[in-house]
């Protein structure tokens, strides 16, 4: 029975909001950068859509998900009541989130490959890879974010702050 003299516990209740803070924002800033994949854009105050594939040769798939490995390498590295870290350990995710240029070797096991796709596809930019002079090839990568600073992310966090914030010391 409680007595209306009782003091709440409010140090209490803030170390619980604390802890369930760090395990809400983990959780919804891992699906927030996990659903830039399915947006084709990354969302920081406003909406960027990632430019198109070039040469789409598998049109109706979403960008940089083919095998989903990119977009489910997106995690939690540490989560404490200071910081979160949330990243991707994945090998080209900095080049894909940035942008930037990358130089790939032509090689004869690569050559094999190109008249392999040449032949299962019939496209003839396959034939003109195995065939080319070139000794690598230089790609650009468009910057094509999916992680990083959101204002919109942390104003999510902010309003599920504040509802918590009311209902439980609403209760106390």
Do not use: C
Not at 36 to 48: A, K, L, P, R
Not at 134 to 141: C, M
Not at 145 to 164: C, H, K, P
């Amino acid at each position: 029975m409680k007595r209306i003299n009782d003091i709440p516990d409010f140090e209490g209740m803030a170390a619980k909001l604390k802890k369930d803070l760090v395990r809400y924002a983990s959780r919804a800033g891992t699906n927030f950068f996990q659903d830039s994949f399915y947006n084709e854009g990354f969302t920081d105050q406003t909406f960027e859509a990632w430019q198109p594939r070039a040469n789409d040769v598998d049109p109706g798939r979403k960008i940089l998900v083919k095998s989903a490995g990119l977009l489910n390498s997106v995690r939690i590295f540490s989560a404490n009541d200071q910081m979160i870290e949330i990243g991707s350990d994945e090998v080209h995710a900095e080049i894909h989130n940035n942008g930037g240029t990358i130089r790939i070797p032509i090689t004869a096991k690569s050559r094999k490959y190109f008249w392999f796709m040449f032949k299962r596809t019939g496209n003839g930019m396959w034939k003109g890879l195995a065939l080319t002079k070139k000794t690598e090839l230089v790609v650009n990568i468009p910057k094509r974010q999916f992680i990083g600073e959101s204002a919109t992310l942390m104003g999510q966090i902010d309003d599920w702050v504040v509802r918590e914030i009311n209902k439980r010391f609403k209760m106390a």
